[in-house]
């Protein structure tokens, strides 16, 4: 396998063939250097379920409760299912836990790992009841009172203590000194985010103390996760929590090298990277234009690929069933990245990566991303092409003689063409000896 090996990794110092100039190797987005030694568990594969406990008027208007999608899902992140602190607690010491009962319940059924994101408070616990936030008013404020807090927590750890098994600070904060006009998530400052950490750290180690405590699920800029942990926010974390939106897949190889780099700095190099919320397909993520769907279900699997070579701990699609970027649509009809994406998890699952590289013969021609690795007594190759999404003919390298071909396309059925197989934008799986 020498040959095979130098095709790959040794003719450049980054670890990536670009048979093109010297900057571009350096600065390939697909290079990733091997992890020998680590398998992919099925706990890779996260999700987001939106409709298991559909809303009264959304049962009206034709949504269907979701199905529990067996097999495919390795964990739960409790986002957007109408589980926050206000949906839980609408008025004071009135609780209302029928739905995030049978989300915790069905995930436990299954020995499914639950996350639940804190905070998001309801209006009367608000510091700033009036201010707008993507859920109505209030919910991006701190509480106005931290006592409330630590009884949310309290309740929730309790209720819930043994089944769910992490939980993070708050949803995509973006810490500020003062307000900001238009709010996201959180409009709070960062002494106020540490001290729910810190606060929500100690209630946990009394109630729960089996449950890890993430970052806040931080979006965007790396540097924002950077002030959390030098503020103090390394040593109340047991996971670092970011979400993966990009344009394309370029951005998961180099975001994910970037976060490590800084969880290292802060002393928690050796500690989980979640990637707890990415998918393509929203049209605000495309200038307000819909990505086209090949591309939106092509990225998705190749960012599961990308995420998992380079280190990600696991990856949490969202959604199951979102109407955009899900396996199902909100009325139960499957949509195209459902089949390829178990197709992609049962190459994944008991995989080592073997890094990946990017060859290109030239510079008009077609560059492509090999990703190489180890299952069982198998070699595994899953290659694709970056610029566009019709297939043209691969060669293979002369090392390579697959013993089966899987390709994503639907009803894709590949074959040799002499030493040449066509891919395009969908990944394709190669297997071979050792």
Wanted: hydrophobic share 35%; with cysteine; net charge neutral.
């Amino acid at each position: 396998m020498k040959g095979l090996k130098q095709l790959l990794f040794g003719l450049t110092t980054a670890g990536c063939l670009l048979m093109g100039s010297p900057a571009d190797a350096q600065s390939d987005p697909y290079a990733i250097a091997p992890r020998p030694g680590h398998r992919i568990s099925r706990d890779f594969f996260g999700m987001h379920l939106h409709s298991l406990v559909p809303q009264p008027h959304a049962l009206q208007q034709g949504e269907r409760p979701t199905a529990w999608p067996d097999g495919l899902i390795g964990r739960l992140r409790l986002w957007d299912c109408d589980v926050r602190w206000a949906d839980l607690e609408p008025q004071p010491e009135h609780w209302q836990f029928a739905r995030m009962d049978r989300y915790v319940q069905a995930a436990y059924q299954r020995g499914v790992p639950v996350v639940y994101p804190l905070g998001s408070p309801p209006a009367w616990a608000s510091a700033r009841p009036s201010e707008p936030c993507p859920y109505g008013h209030g919910c991006a404020a701190e509480p106005r009172d931290l006592a409330d807090w630590d009884r949310y927590v309290r309740t929730v750890a309790r209720r819930y203590r043994g089944r769910i098994t992490a939980y993070e600070v708050w949803n995509e904060p973006h810490p500020s000194a003062q307000p900001p006009a238009r709010p996201g998530f959180y409009s709070g400052n960062w002494d106020t985010l540490i001290t729910l950490a810190r606060r929500a750290r100690a209630v946990l180690q009394q109630e729960d103390p089996q449950a890890q405590l993430w970052t806040p699920a931080f979006d965007g800029n790396p540097d924002v996760l950077d002030d959390y942990l030098r503020r103090g926010g390394a040593a109340l974390a047991d996971a670092v929590s970011f979400h993966y939106y990009g344009q394309t897949d370029a951005h998961v190889a180099p975001l994910t090298a970037r976060l490590r780099a800084i969880m290292t700095r802060h002393g928690m190099g050796t500690k989980p990277l979640i990637n707890s919320e990415s998918s393509f397909g929203a049209p605000e993520l495309h200038d307000g234009t819909p990505l086209d769907p090949t591309l939106a279900v092509a990225y998705t699997l190749r960012s599961l690929v990308l995420s998992a070579w380079s280190g990600v701990t696991a990856s949490y699609h969202h959604a199951w069933d979102n109407g955009y970027s899900g396996m199902v649509s909100r009325r139960g009809e499957a949509r195209p990245l459902m089949t390829p994406y178990a197709q992609v998890q049962g190459w994944l699952v008991g995989t080592e990566p073997l890094g990946c590289s990017t060859t290109r013969t030239s510079a008009a021609a077609p560059r492509w991303v090999t990703c190489h690795g180890r299952q069982g007594t198998q070699a595994l190759w899953i290659v694709w092409r970056t610029d566009a999404t019709q297939p043209v003919p691969y060669t293979l390298p002369n090392d390579i003689t697959p013993l089966k071909i899987e390709s994503t396309v639907p009803d894709a059925r590949p074959s040799l063409i002499g030493r040449t197989v066509p891919v395009g934008a969908m990944p394709m799986a190669l297997w071979s000896s050792p």
